[in-house]
T-cell receptor
Framework: NAGVTQTPKFQVLKTGQSMTLQCAQD?????MSWYRQDPGMGLRLIHY???????DQGEVPNGYNVSRSTTEDFPLRLLSAAPSQTSVYFC??????????????FGAGTRLSVL | DQQVKQNSPSLSVQEGRISILNCDYT??????FLWYKKYPAEGPTFLIS?????DKNEDGRFTVFLNKSAKHLSLHIVPSQPGDSAVYFC?????????????FGKGTLLTVNP
């Protein structure tokens, strides 16, 4: 019963470094998304995908890239990390975003610090 | 412009009493409202939801009330238990193109004291 798996759980980067946050789901969900959670800011949508090969920007996409080559995986790339990207990142998936009751299933999160 | 607002950052209640978490919204196009619960070092998990055409939905100790005219919803937990201590996020679903997207509030930290 893996659900949504995120790796790594923790990461420390120096400004300017690049890295990829991994996200995989085993529920055959078409929709996947990335959120960041900052103190006092709630969950903000970074990028999302409605299926393999289809991605779109969310509320705060700057500084992040995504791709969706398979249904299962949705990696988030930071090309040149900045201190403003210090945050907790959550990946989520859902079965069908054509339904108003859009229940999303979240991973455990990746805590990222950029020094 | 924050479309989903949780104006209370925190709430503290005694075990066995009622917890009431509030959420206000501004977009009248929201079709569904969901509550998520989040423990430290874990991802949010879905708790309960309500359609915009309903005014109440109950699931065990959890009840969500919707007042469309006031653009207000609330989550009631009765009786509250120490294991309910968590951050609660209110989220609203609205159609964008052919999909529905969620907008989250900032969350309310509930502490249930034994």
């Amino acid at each position: 019963n893996a659900g949504v798996t995120q790796t790594p759980k923790f990461q420390v980067l120096k400004t300017g470094q690049s890295m990829t946050l991994q996200c995989a789901q085993d529920m055959n969900h078409e929709y996947m998304s990335w959120y960041r959670q900052d103190p006092g800011m709630g969950l903000r949508l970074i990028h999302y995908s409605v299926g393999a090969g289809i991605t779109d920007q969310g509320e705060v996409p700057n500084g992040y890239n995504v791709s969706r080559s398979t249904t299962e995986d949705f990696p988030l790339r930071l090309l040149s990390a900045a201190p403003s990207q210090t945050s907790v990142y959550f990946c989520a998936s859902s079965y069908d975003t054509g339904l108003a009751k859009n229940i999303q299933y979240f991973g455990a999160g990746t805590r990222l610090s950029v020094l | 412009d924050q479309q989903v607002k949780q104006n209370s950052p925190s709430l503290s209640v005694q075990e066995g009493r009622i917890s009431i978490l509030n959420c206000d919204y501004t977009n009248s196009m929201f079709d569904y409202f969901l509550w998520y619960k989040k423990y430290p070092a874990e991802g949010p998990t879905f708790l309960i939801s309500i359609s915009s055409i309903k005014d109440k939905n109950e699931d065990g100790r959890f009840t969500v009330f919707l007042n469309k005219s006031a653009k207000h919803l609330s989550l009631h937990i009765v009786p509250s238990q120490p294991g309910d201590s968590a951050v609660y996020f209110c989220a609203a679903s609205a159609r964008k193109g052919s999909n529905y997207k969620l907008t989250f509030g900032k969350g309310t930290l509930l502490t249930v004291n034994p």
